[in-house]
């Protein structure tokens, strides 16, 4: 199956700072990803939808200024979490597909933001 | 609304025994349906999907899953459970016009030597 690719894995911040993480299909182009947030034994919950040269679209409750989401190309799709406070400590996932309904997401391994 | 349901937050098998995790969904269109696996601290990992055509998908790893429109299921099975198949196993639904997935909320599976 298709790869998808996040850095970091893992990431350690102070209160207040930013935190970039991406997302890489690595071996197909994908219009669209999609970000999620996984809570300790939890489900996985929709963020946002990223669209290649457009604006990303965001889940209700989820908070555009605060999670700031770029995809600049086929393969890249960035999450920024900005102003980074303890309870956006979080396992992040995104998922990429190269396009159609049908189509099947494959998944990145997460990131693991923890926010001191 | 769409929705999709594992009622089960827990599975417990013993080795070599036959295993069932269960999904049923409640959509208004017609469903893309997908299992997905995911080991401690890790992404998820594509099984199956069933698309369209025969009810009976197979996946990776011997794994198969049923679609059954009248009872609006799609449970995920194996002939044979192993404990390397111990993991957090997540249904996941699709709907056209809809450009998302709705997942349901995960059942830990338990193989037991």
């Known amino acids: 199956g298709a790869v998808v690719s996040q850095h970091p894995s893992r990431v350690i911040c102070k209160s207040g700072t930013s935190v970039k993480i991406e997302c890489r299909s690595l071996?197909?182009?994908?219009?669209?990803m999609f970000w999620y947030r996984q809570f300790p034994k939890q489900s996985l919950m929709l963020m946002a939808t990223?669209?290649?040269?457009?604006?990303?679209?965001?889940e209700q409750g989820v908070e555009k200024d605060k999670f700031l989401i770029n995809h600049a190309s086929l393969t890249l799709s960035t999450l920024t979490v900005t102003s980074a406070h303890p309870e956006d400590s979080s396992f992040y996932i995104c998922?990429?597909?190269?396009?159609?309904?049908?189509?099947?997401?494959?998944f990145g391994p997460g990131t693991r933001l923890t926010v001191l | 609304a769409q929705s999709v349901a594992q009622p089960e937050d827990q599975v417990n098998v013993a080795e070599g025994n036959p295993l069932t995790v269960k999904c049923t969904y409640s959509?208004?269109?017609?469903?893309?349906l997908f299992w997905y696996v995911q080991y401690p601290n890790r992404g998820l990992q594509f099984l199956l999907k069933?698309?369209?055509?025969?009810?009976l998908v197979k996946g990776s790893y011997g794994f198969e899953a049923e679609f059954n429109k009248s009872q609006t299921s799609f449970h995920l099975k194996k002939p044979s459970a192993l404990v390397s198949d111990s993991a957090l196993y997540f249904c996941?639904?699709?709907?056209?016009?809809?450009?998302?997935?709705?997942f349901g909320s995960g059942t830990k599976l338990n193989v037991k030597p």
């Open positions: 071996d197909f182009q994908a219009t669209t």
């Open positions: 990223s669209n290649e040269g457009s604006k990303a679209t965001y």
């Open positions: 069933y698309i369209t055509g025969d009810n």
């Open positions: 998922s990429a597909g190269s396009g159609g309904l049908a189509d099947t997401q494959y």
């Open positions: 959509v208004s269109g017609n469903p893309y």
């Open positions: 996941a639904v699709r709907i056209g016009n809809f450009n998302k997935f709705y």
